[in-house]
């Protein structure tokens, strides 16, 4: 291997831009996505498909609140807090979405230092996406748990229509699976980062593949995805 | 001792590949989602009603799903092959909306005409 030959690859087809680019990209017997790798593909298509799930959800709440003859709970005074004498509405929501805001930032900033080679960096930002995450659910939780006492149930509520109920725990019930994989498939990618498997090109446990960064930017394409879903169920849920 | 140098050199053309953009970016965004998030809350608290408040939180809702899609998830620096891909399936579900509404529509006129008690 001292003396490798040089070889120059042939030139590729030219690949236009544009709505030309796009019909060309799809006709014909090639690869269609051209710069992404298989990998990333299949994280967007598989985004893709949760998005329908995601979509049948709120559909089905839409339906459930549209045809209700008894009055829908009102979400800004069901989900306020007793804070200081008064009732703030709706806050535990609004901090909630910060949080995962704030991850999605920092998860932002992880695949950039990640594409940079910067392992401590790219490690320690997804251990905080990570952390942001696990404090969602925890606030999730306490939700969950503040609600349930207060009579709430997937067939009756105190204040109205009982399908809020089976709506409110479905739907941020799926929502808080997505978060709580994505710490964990967070976790498990950030011990990878941190230990050098990409620099050093060590094989996977389980596929015997040697890894790059990019896994970074897949990780983080599915924890955008959940801050995404959280933007929708945010606007149509609790704030409708 | 070629061979990494070499590796380095494929490494340094694979990075290329990949848009690098400023930290700054992601911060202006990350900040932009937060100010996004706080109008819709206040959209809440001072209790606006009727077609401003839907209006106003549609607004806010599809800003922050493009800025998150758009920079969060590059989908902005992609081929329009995969923006295509990604992209124009969902929009179908507002079909589906439209079916639904209208079949939510039939459901209260039978409830309210077979089970009596209006709203």
């Known amino acids: ?86 009732d703030v509405p709706l806050i535990l929501i609004a901090i909630m979405t910060f949080v995962l805001i704030s991850s999605s930032g920092t998860m932002a900033m992880a695949v950039n230092y990640g594409y940079r080679r910067d392992r401590r960096k790219t490690a320690a930002l997804m251990l905080l996406t990570a952390l942001f995450g696990a404090t969602f659910v925890g606030m999730q939780a306490f939700e969950w748990t503040k609600l349930i006492s207060e009579g709430v149930r997937p067939w009756e509520n105190p204040w109205g229509a009982p399908q809020f109920g089976s709506t409110f725990f479905m739907i941020t019930g799926f929502h808080g699976t997505h978060v709580t994989i994505g710490v964990i498939f967070l976790l498990i990618i950030a011990r990878k980062v941190w230990r050098g498997d990409f620099d050093t090109e060590r094989r996977g446990f389980f596929t015997s593949r040697k890894g790059n960064y990019e896994i970074v930017e897949i990780t983080g394409l599915y924890w955008h995805f959940v801050d995404l879903v959280w933007v929708f169920i945010f606007a149509f849920f609790y704030l409708w | 001792m070629a061979q990494s140098a070499a590796h380095s050199a494929q490494t340094a053309v694979h990075a290329q590949e990949h848009q690098q953009h400023p930290i700054k970016l992601y911060l202006a965004v990350w900040g932009l989602l937060f100010v996004l998030s706080f109008f819709s809350y206040l959209v809440d608290y001072f209790h606006v009603q009727g077609y401003l408040r839907w209006t106003l939180i549609l607004i806010f809702m599809v800003l922050k799903a493009g800025l998150i899609v758009a920079i969060f998830m590059h989908m902005a620096w992609e081929r329009l092959a995969l923006i295509y891909a990604i992209i124009l399936p969902p929009v179908m579900i507002l079909v589906f909306v439209a079916l639904m509404v209208s079949e939510a529509h039939y459901t209260l006129l039978t409830r309210l005409t077979f089970f009596g008690a209006a709203p």
């Not at chain 1, 001292?2 to 799809?26: C, N, Q, V, Y």
């Open chain 1, 1 to 86: 291997m001292h003396e490798s030959a040089k070889t120059t690859p042939s030139p590729t087809l030219p690949r236009p831009s544009g709505l030309s680019g796009f019909a060309s990209d799809w006709a014909s017997d090639q690869r269609t996505f051209k710069n992404v790798s298989w990998g990333k593909a299949m994280m967007w298509i598989f985004l893709l498909s949760d998005t329908f799930i995601f979509g049948c959800f709120l559909l089905a709440y839409m339906t459930a609140r549209m045809s209700t003859t008894v009055p829908w709970p009102n979400p800004s005074e069901v989900f306020a807090l007793h804070i200081g004498g008064q």
